[in-house]
């Protein structure tokens, strides 16, 4: 049974990092996977991709050259590595996967396109 469990949300102040983690059952080495973010009021956002290889990847401006992501598909693992976290990026952060490998840009990247979704990991950042 396929399924996406993420870790390593927590409470950190302003300037901080964190990684999160998604820990994924079934074959999810040959999908695309991504990180979506949902804070209060707000709907669901992609935040960062990458490809089934990891060879390529695609970044939200909001997080682009504060985060990388990054997967082991030895492991079954996706990473997200977010630093400089600032209190905008408070949400609940949701690895998500669907059965297209590739990954060009972010446009289509939607949340009722994917395939699987996790329950949620959140994030709080405070000032």
């Known amino acids: 049974q396929e399924q996406l469990v993420e870790s390593g949300g927590g409470l950190v102040q302003a300037g901080d990092s964190l990684r999160l983690s998604c820990a994924a059952s079934?074959?999810?080495?040959?999908?695309?996977m991504g990180w979506f973010r949902q804070a209060p009021g707000k709907e669901r956002v992609v935040v960062a991709a990458?490809?089934?290889?990891?060879?390529?990847?695609a970044y939200a401006d909001s997080v682009k050259g504060r985060s990388t992501i990054s997967r082991d598909n030895a492991k079954n693992t996706v990473y997200l590595q977010m630093n400089s976290l600032k209190p905008e990026d408070t949400a609940v952060y949701y690895c998500?996967?669907?059965?297209?490998?590739?990954?060009?840009?972010?446009?289509?990247?939607?949340?009722?396109?994917?395939?699987?979704w996790g329950k949620g990991t959140l994030v709080t950042v405070s000032s």
């Open positions: 079934g074959p999810f080495s040959t999908y695309s």
């Open positions: 998500a996967a669907r059965r297209n490998r590739y990954v060009v840009g972010l446009s289509t990247w939607t949340s009722s396109s994917m395939d699987y």
């Open positions: 990458i490809s089934w290889s990891g060879g390529t990847t």
